[in-house]
């Protein structure tokens, strides 16, 4: 079995940074790309940005893109979250994902994801 742990979610002000690191452990894996997404209360799961191993390439929606940075390290299935300029609309549960089965593209959908994290919060006051 494969386990996802999110941490370093918190309580920020507006315009401040947080780092969100995901760590794998459990039955050992390869993953194809990792992602993060997020969801806030009453909304859909979101996606956020993600890392496709192979030719590392990534992929950011457009509400981040610019403030957000993913990176990770494909040998250890790690994976961060560098989130610069939070605004309170940032304000959700984040969620690291991790797809083993071979992708040609950037997954962007949650149902092209096969292991989950349970999640961090972060909070971004105005």
Known sequence: QVQ???SGGGLVQAG???RLSCAASGRPFSSSAMGWFRQAPGKE???VAAVRWI???TYYATSVKG????SGDNANNTLYLQMNSLKPEDTAVYYCAARERYSIVVPTSPREYDYWGQGTQVTVSS
């Open 45 to 47: 799961r979101e996606f």
């Open 4 to 6: 996802l742990v999110e």
């Open 16 to 18: 401040g940074s947080l």
């Open 67 to 70: 403030r957000f940075m993913i």
């Open 55 to 57: 030719g590392s390439s």
